[in-house]
């Protein structure tokens, strides 16, 4: 009887656990994440390696991509041909790789559009002389080799890479529960801080950073990155930096040559056409491509006149669209331990410093051997050419020569089948001095690696010589420049707005309008019906204008968006939350350090700047405390030449003091600023009805009916006394005032 299989049971809770967490491994490992020896994720080890194994050198001819994308799927890397082929692609553009891996014939996409390239099988491609600095040695026993997912075939598991190609072209991936990003770097610096390591393990990281001055990228856009930023970035392994567009002023147009790293200049362009569209930028008239094969960027932007600032308009561009790219660090890579790890600058350099130490001591020790294994071989030609006579006769002659050829010349069994293989052209005297030659060579070859394997000096100055030697053949100077720029500020919308007087007008139903100017006077303009003019206030376009309402509450709208005063204009429930059954008082307009004067019929009252007023919130903000059955007066205007405050009640009371007895206030009930019994206003008997501003200059008209009295300062000193006083009646016939009017010269202001 068969036995029964064993089954073992397991929580869900762990199964979940295992299988997140292999699949996690999986893709930190295998997909996702550099390794820090030779700077490549698995796929990208697995082109290169097939390109190689096709013989796509840099010598070659090109080949279909077709080719290479089969081979790798087919023999390495079991996964969608589309994938396989865009890591290719990625490798082949030097917009993506600052120093590009593949070498491809035909569309192989553009910046404005990486994914536009051709199919696989349009396109051609081989490798690139610099991908020859990772995989040169590779047959040189460098590194260790695994079988592939079908165990058919052997694929290394990492490239000796010549240098620290992980900061040159960057990389980007995103794993299980991490990422990587790591920026191009400049070859010079990274080999010249390279060297400086190897001549100075101790060096610190303000050591490097006197040489590498930050990331590089292929297409000249600066890098906007302070010096702490930096510091961050190369200390920690994290942090983040900005890519600006390279822009220059001729006469009244801005030329964009370089655009940040992976921008898109249709994008751009459709950006930029928006802001236009809705006049968000009116300073900007005209908008063309004129990129060309020679000149692939070249975005010109026409300004409306010389006098427009370009470094204003570009700085909000910058803000606003991706003339301005963010760009994170995170040095995240595989470790030479097999794990991830976050490294900064010091450590990621000194880490592949020791693998480039074994990589090379392995290629040395592999050299060794195969220089030892010859002179074995040759040191037995050269005996048996001693007495070749001998040799043949024991050929001719021995039923088996090769054991009779080991004993006669106490020769190893390699040696033996060396001899055996000799051909009779190699018999000529011409051949023994070859190979003394030879044996010459090899021994002072033998000799030379015998000495760096044993001296760490000379191992790090072979290391440091090939370094300087790459450096001589590839090294290029930086094309990124490092900007400390002050942070890009979008226009704000009054920014953007032609600045014009203009005269905001409050109807008593609550319709607002804007008229053009400050000529215009308001009560000569059409109202619906019975409405009349309630209120009304200068100032600029740019500016906000606040209403307030009959509750206390100030509402606030952009000057710019009301109505034309051509028509009746809007209601102004419309544009705003307000309560039930209100009534809107005031209509103030201003910069935000102008004081208006608050009041209300229970006589209290402050003085507030305009600022206090302004409110983004549709519903507005509750600013002044208006006591039971009392009600809001119109809002006057301060003056810095103002000097006494004049208050006057229904039945003629006129109190007249200085204004700075008033207190400002950001908001609230305010300070009492005529006497009015609490009995009699509860009453209705006695209420604050008017008051108005006086300067020294200007004249106090005060209106009763057909009749009017004006009164200079100097005619009002019966009339002035201390704030919250109950005042003095004003004569007969004066006593029921219709309106108090400030007279400045032809200046009018109205309550």
């Known amino acids: 009887m068969k036995e029964q299989e064993q089954i073992t049971s397991i929580s869900l809770k762990q199964y979940a656990e295992e299988s997140y967490l292999n699949y996690a491994m999986y893709v930190i490992l295998d997909r996702a994440l550099p390794n820090i020896g030779d700077g490549l994720k698995p796929v990208q080890r697995r082109i290169l390696y097939a390109m190689s194994e096709l013989g796509l050198d840099a010598g070659s001819k090109y080949k279909k991509s077709a080719r290479t994308v089969g081979d790798v799927i087919g023999k390495f890397h079991p996964h969608g041909d589309g994938a396989a082929y865009e890591a290719m692609v990625l490798m082949a553009q030097n917009f993506s790789f600052k120093y590009p891996f593949v070498d491809g014939q035909g569309n192989w996409g553009s910046q404005d559009d990486p994914k536009s390239f051709a199919a696989m099988r349009y396109t051609e491609s081989k490798l690139t002389k610099f991908a020859n600095l990772l995989i040169s040695e590779l047959k040189s026993g460098t590194v260790d080799w695994q079988p592939n997912f079908d165990g058919s075939l052997l694929e290394p598991v990492i490239f000796p890479a010549k240098l620290p190609s992980i900061l040159l072209n960057g990389t980007s991936g995103i794993a299980v529960g991490m990422a990587t990003d790591i920026p191009s770097h400049n070859i010079n610096e990274i080999i010249d801080a390279t060297v400086h390591l190897i001549d100075n393990p101790k060096s610190q990281l303000v050591d490097l950073l006197k040489i590498i001055n930050g990331p590089d990228f292929s297409n000249n856009s600066p890098i906007i990155a302070s010096k702490d930023e930096l510091n961050e970035i190369y200390s920690t392994g994290k942090g983040g930096f900005k890519a600006q567009a390279q822009w220059a002023q001729d006469k009244n147009q801005i030329v964009i040559n370089a655009l940040p790293y992976q921008a898109s200049g249709s994008k751009i362009l459709e950006q930029i056409a928006d802001q236009m569209l809705k006049k968000k930028i009116p300073m900007v008239v005209d908008l ?180 300087i030697e790459i450096k001589d053949e590839f090294g290029e100077e930086r094309k990124s420049p490092i900007r400390e720029a002050t942070e890009a500020k979008v226009f704000s919308e009054e920014e953007t707005l032609v600045t014009e007087p203009i005269t905001v007008v409050l ?39 606040v209403f307030l309402d009959s509750n206390g509450k100030a509402y606030s709208l952009a000057s710019h968006s009301l109505p034309s005063a051509r028509g009746m204009g809007d209601p102004i429930t419309g544009r705003v939350s307000a309560d039930s059954g209100v009534k809107f008082i005031s209509s103030l307009i201003g910069n935000d350090e102008d004081k208006f004067m608050i009041m209300n019929t229970a006589g209290y009252g402050y003085i507030s700047e305009f600022k206090n007023m302004v409110s983004n919130k549709k519903s507005g903000k509750a600013f002044m405390k208006i006591p039971h059955e009392a009600d809001l007066l119109k809002a006057i205007k301060v003056r810095d030449d103002h000097l006494y405050i004049a208050a006057v009640s229904n039945i003629g009371r006129l109190l007249i003091f200085k204004i700075d007895e008033l207190p400002i206030l950001g908001k609230g009930k305010g300070n009492k600023i005529i006497n009015i019994p609490t009995a009699k206003f509860i009453a209705k008997e006695e209420l604050m009805t008017h008051a108005q501003l006086v300067s020294e200059a200007s004249s106090l008209r005060i209106e009763s009916g057909k009749r009017f009295l004006t009164l200079k300062l100097k005619d009002l000193e019966n009339y002035i006394s201390t704030r919250a006083k109950r005042g003095n009646m004003l004569p007969q016939g004066y006593r029921k005032v219709d309106k108090m009017i400030e007279e400045v010269e032809l200046e009018v202001k109205e309550d």
């Open 507 to 545: 109807s008593a139903a609550g319709w607002i309008r804007s008229a053009k100017g400050h000529e215009i006077d308001p009560s000569s303009l059409s109202y619906r019906g019975e409405d009349v003019l309630q209120d009304y206030g200068r100032g600029k376009s740019n500016q906000v204008s």
């Open 288 to 467: 063309t491509d004129e990129g060309d094969h020679k000149e692939p960027v070249r975005l010109v932007i026409t300004l409306k006149s010389n006098r427009v600032n370009a470094e204003d308009v570009m700085n909000h561009l910058f803000a606003s669209t991706d003339l301005q790219k963010n760009y994170r660090v995170n040095m995240n890579l595989i470790s030479l331990k097999g794990g991830p790890k976050v490294f900064s600058l010091v450590d990621l350099l000194k880490e592949w410093l020791v693998f480039r130490k074994e990589t090379v001591i392995r290629k040395l020790e592999h050299r060794l051997d195969q220089v030892n294994d010859r002179l074995h071989i040759l040191e037995g030609l050269l005996i048996v050419y001693l007495d070749l006579d001998k040799v043949i006769k024991i050929i001719r002659e021995s039923d088996e020569p090769k054991k009779d050829i080991i004993t006669a010349f106490k020769l190893s069994d390699i040696q033996a089948n060396a001899i055996l293989e000799i051909r009779l052209r190699q018999l000529a005297k011409l051949e023994q001095i070859k190979l003394e030659q030879e044996r010459d060579t090899l021994v002072a070859e033998q000799t030379d690696i015998e000495k760096i394997l044993s001296s760490k000096a000379r191992l790090k100055t072979l290391i440091k010589n090939e370094l």
